[in-house]
Structures are given as C-alpha cells and as structure tokens.
C-alpha cells in the first residue's frame, strides 16, 4: 500500500491488478470522476489513464511501478470531439446508432465506455451493445448484453447488464443466425429507451467469416456512424460502400496494449464468475416448457427399448435417441425399421452446456448452466443466478459453450449435436 499526491491536471497510467482509494479531491478514470471516499478496484490485464480534476491525495494497493506518470492525456483529442459532433447530431425521438469496428487489442472497449460517459455529461441516455461474446464486458460471455447506464462507469463489466440475448460461443463462427437475430432484438430494446446506442463489436474483421458477418451487421443496422479504430488501413475494405460523412477513423491510443490468450480467459472467466456467483440448482419440469435451438422435446415421443429417451422428428429429419452409452447394433434389432437418420447423443455430455430461461415474450430472463437432463423425474437440473418465479420460465434455450459451477469454461458442444 503506498500514499500519492496528485496535482491538478496530472495524468497517471495505472495497471491491474490494483486497487486505488481517493482520499482527497477528484480524479477522472475513463472519462468517469471518481471522489473523495469512493474505491475503484483495477482488475488484471486492465489498464487505465488516470486524471486528477483537482489536486488529489490517493491510497494505492499495487506495485509502485504499476502507477506511473504521463506527460500528457493518453486519450487522443478526436474522442472528444466525436462525442460533440454525435451530441449535436442526434436528433430528438430518433435512435442514434453509433458503431465500433477494430482488431483484436485495439481498445474498442475502453473506446466504447469513454464515449458513453461523454455523451451522459451532455445529458444523452446512452446504451452501450457488446457484441463481443469472446470477451464480454457487458453480461457474461457468450451473450449479447446491453446497459442502458444511469450514470457514468469506468468498468461497463461491474454493471448488471439491462437487457440479454445468448448467443451460446465465445465465437459467432457457428452462429451466424442467432448473431443477426440478437442483433435485431436488441436494436428493438434500444428504440424503446436510449437516445444514442454505442454498438461494440468483435476483432474478427478479415477472411470470409468476418468479412461476411461484419458487412451484414452494417447492412442490417446502417449506422448513423461507423468508427474505424485502426493502426494503418485494416479496416477500410468493411466501409467502401458507406459515404464518407458516415465514417469516422480513429488512431488507436499509443497505451493500447496486447492481451495474450491467457489474459483474454482470464478475463473472460473473471465475468462469467462474477455473473454466476450467486447462482442456484433449479429442476424445471419437462412439461413446464419449450426447448429452442435443439431437437430435444420438439418431436413426437417413440419408446425404444435400451433408451433413455427416444422420439420421432419431423419430415426427414429422422429419430433423436439418447441413450446411456453409443449404441450397439445389436440394440436396435428389435426397433422398427421406418426411423430414418439416427441421431444418438449420449447422455451426461450436456452436462455445463450454457442455457438461457426465456419468459413467455422469448425475453431471456436469466443464463445458466444445465447440470442435467433427469429422464428418471423428466426434469431439468439447472443452475443459474435467477431470483424470480420458477413459473414465469417458458422456454429452455441451448447454447454450445460449456462452463463449469463457478464460470470457468469447460469444452464446447456442436449446434444441433441433440
């Protein structure tokens, strides 16, 4: 622990893990002023630039060489002057859409969140959409979470997230649709309650997927502005067809820094165990609901002897049988012969898949982690941070990612594997 004393106007960097207490005066984190009496924990592979507003005294827990001073602001003057050109430019009653492209390690986060707390300076309701399931800041990864903020933050990921969708991957590779789809819902949510919306989105930017997938999102929200934060001309194949007034390009800030793998998890895995901390065993009854993007409980039941649980799909779809261990052919001689495709799925490999509880309008209510599929009881054992009425859950949706009790990740299931 060590005592610092800050004079006005003076920039600091100030590198997590650290925790740093404001004794006196004021100091501004990512456009965010932290006061005397107020705590802001920095956690590890963060990084923040640290402005005193008046002279300051601060109590640090962290390494003396994790503070150190700057000669000047490490925000480049064009962030600030964006978020007056985009204050003057919303128009009353009219959703704002604002969106950030970027590579991996280029600070669209950090980006994002000071440009949120600019605009609430100018009396603006924001809401800041990430996009990024890999490295979520705003609800746990491997879903979209939006925050509409009440106030300025510095870290969006210590804000309980206002609205959900899951996605169910770390990576939108497999889930092409469901990322359009989550898109147009929160988009939808943004009408209803923000004046302008800050779209964060991932660093997959080149080859046919990223190419493909970041060309539809433009088309589908056609942005108001599209922000290129880039170190040389990366980006500009995504924005060719876009008149030049709609573009807005950015450097990227000289203290963005690489985040190796093992950070990018870490972090990750930071969130999803602050998201599942409080989190709880549910048994949702079979009968109670509707299952969404699986084959299970959507077809017509057919018992077959030696299975757990076994049903007819639709069209050519075939029969879905899950079973307690890979089937043997000497196990379906007795079946009948008109099944069609057998699709086997064993058993105890659902185990920590992500789920998401939606109510009765397709709301996502809360995620969670499926302990397990009790063909015994024809119950679901889920756990998940949820407080309100078992009754009001409808729907079961499935993802792919699988993690384990506390939120650490745990393998990965195919789409459409049951």
């Not at 903020?149 to 870290?155: A, D, Q, R, W």
């Not at 959900?164 to 497999?174: E, K, T, V």
């Not at 079979?286 to 017509?300: A, E, P």
């Not at 105890?348 to 599929?373: C, P, S």
């Amino acid at each position: 622990m060590n005592n610092q004393t800050l004079k006005q106007n003076d920039f600091y960097l100030l590198v997590g893990p650290a925790s740093l207490s404001v004794q006196s005066g004021e100091v501004e984190v990512i456009a965010a002023g932290i006061k005397a009496g107020q705590t802001l924990e920095v956690p590890s592979g963060k990084r923040v630039p640290v402005k005193a507003i008046s002279d300051a005294s601060l109590e640090l827990k962290a390494p003396p060489e994790s503070f150190s001073k700057m000669e000047t602001s490490s925000i480049p003057e064009e962030w600030d002057n964006l978020a007056g050109r985009i204050a003057s430019g919303h128009i009353m009653g009219r959703l704002y859409n604002v969106m950030v492209l970027g590579e991996v390690d280029t600070g669209k986060t950090f980006f994002c969140t000071y440009l949120a707390n600019r605009l609430i300076e100018k009396k603006k309701r924001i809401g800041v959409l990430d996009c990024d399931t890999g490295q979520s800041d705003i609800g746990p990864p491997g879903a979209f979470g939006m925050l509409v903020m009440n106030s300025p933050t510095v870290f969006l990921s210590e804000e309980p997230a206002t609205h959900l969708y899951m996605l169910g991957a770390h990576s939108p590779g497999l889930h092409f649709l469901p990322a359009m789809t989550g898109l147009s819902y929160m988009l939808e949510k943004a009408r209803a309650g923000v004046d302008v919306l800050i779209i964060d989105t991932t660093g997959w930017v080149q080859g046919d997927g990223g190419r493909a997938l970041k060309k539809a999102k433009l088309d589908f929200i056609k942005p108001d502005l599209v922000v290129l934060m880039q170190r040389g001309n990366e980006l500009e194949h995504l924005v060719k067809h876009l008149p030049s007034s709609k573009v807005v390009r950015l450097p990227v800030s000289k203290k963005a820094s690489p985040t190796s793998q093992m950070e990018r998890k870490s972090l990750r895995e930071l969130v999803s165990k602050r998201y599942f901390k409080n989190s709880r065993v549910f048994e949702i009854p079979f009968k109670q609901i509707i299952t969404d993007r699986c084959y299970f409980l959507s077809g017509t039941p057919l018992p077959l002897e030696g299975t757990l649980h076994s049903e007819r799909l639709s069209g050519w779809e075939g029969t879905l049988v899950i079973s307690s261990g890979p089937l043997l052919m000497e196990m379906t001689k007795g079946w009948p012969k008109d099944l069609g495709r057998i699709m086997n799925f064993v058993s105890g490999h659902e185990k920590g898949l992500l789920i998401a509880f939606l109510d009765e309008n397709q709301d996502v209510l809360a995620l969670g982690r499926l302990e397990e599929i009790d063909f015994l009881n024809n119950c679901f054992r889920v756990r998940a941070p949820f407080p309100g009425d078992l009754n009001s859950i409808k729907c079961i949706q499935f993802g792919s990612v699988k993690v384990t009790e506390n939120g650490e990740e745990a393998g990965f299931l195919e789409p459409g594997s049951f």
